[in-house]
């Protein structure tokens, strides 16, 4: 089974936009100078193990522009590099909903400020989201494609636990439902090599595909500078799984996955001048060529597992 078009085995994000809007789109990340309630002491300290000072922001700092501004150059740079055509706005760095209602407000406005804008993506925790905040973004979704991104990492409790997440699983659901009743599409974000057992791993992915959850970004936890996970790696207490293991593993996950699932991530995790391990991961087409090519020596494809 193929999708979109393509000789992809799973339903690609990228071709699915392509195919919705006629031409290229690709995501504008944006730093709107967002905090985080497990970073500030709201609700613990620290942070999660592998968050850098970016808050997970894969662009350098940007936040010194205003963000049309950050638009601007988004669309000037990704329009030559890419050729990209139409865009979305993606609020990455941090918690992007973690301010009141009207300042939100202003800020998701000031990202729609070019009509080659024809979506807008928010990266959030699932206990920084209420009936009114909700209620805000799902009044976008009319006019722009509308997305949240919760990160979740693990459906197992004593995993969210030991990487200080601050938030258990049913945060999660209870999050999940409200936004899924507002009709707002969601992307679910998941980590692999939280040393989990492979079952444990599954379990995430047959719970997520029971949610027939719209879509899903699969990382590799891996070590940035500046991080708790950084001291954990160079003092010894832990290692990460090897590539042949993650290509393996990700394949696995697909296949449970249902295949209206959009796959929005597969490999590449954090900026390479930042990741200290494992160092494979900087490789990212290489990755994915070779999840392409496990698939095709499987057989096999996203969904095939929810089929049986």
């Known amino acids: ?45 620290g942070g999660c193990i592998f968050c850098d000072e970016g808050g997970s922001f894969s662009q350098a700092h940007s936040n010194q522009l205003s963000i049309e501004d950050q638009i601007q150059e988004g669309i000037k740079n990704l329009s030559t590099r890419f050729k990209a055509q139409k865009f979305m706005s993606y609020f990455q760095a941090y918690s992007n909903t973690y301010k009141p209602v009207k300042e939100l407000e202003k800020i998701y406005n000031s990202a729609l400020c070019d009509e080659k804008i024809v979506g807008l993506s928010i990266g959030t925790r699932p206990d920084c989201v209420d009936d009114e905040k909700l209620n805000l973004i799902a009044s976008y979704k009319d006019d722009y494609y509308t997305w949240i991104e919760y990160g979740l990492q693990s459906i197992h409790d004593n995993t969210l636990k030991k990487i200080n997440r601050g938030h258990d699983f049913n945060s999660f659901l209870k999050a999940y439902e409200k936004t899924k009743e507002k009709g707002i599409n969601v992307c679910v974000h998941v980590i692999f090599g939280l040393w989990e ?109 929810s089929l049986q």
């Open 1 to 45: 089974m193929l999708f979109n078009g393509t000789d992809k085995r799973y339903n690609q994000y990228s071709a699915y936009l392509k195919n919705k809007f006629g031409v290229k789109v690709y995501k504008i990340t944006l730093d709107a100078g967002f905090s985080c309630p497990n970073r500030d002491g709201t609700i613990s300290k």
């Open 197 to 305: 057992t492979h079952d444990e791993i599954m379990q995430t992915a047959q719970k997520l595909a029971q949610l027939k959850v719209d879509g899903v970004k699969i990382h590799m936890l891996c070590a940035l500078e500046n991080t708790k996970l950084a001291q954990m790696y160079y003092s010894g207490e832990i290692d990460f799984m090897d590539e042949d293991d993650y290509i393996k593993t990700v394949c696995d996950f697909l296949e449970y996955l249902p295949a209206t699932t959009m796959i929005h991530r597969l490999a590449g995790n954090g900026m390479k001048k930042n990741l200290i391990a494992p160092r494979w991961l900087g490789k990212k087409m290489d990755c994915l060529n070779k999840i392409d090519r496990e698939l095709n020596q499987r057989g096999t494809f996203q969904g095939c597992k």
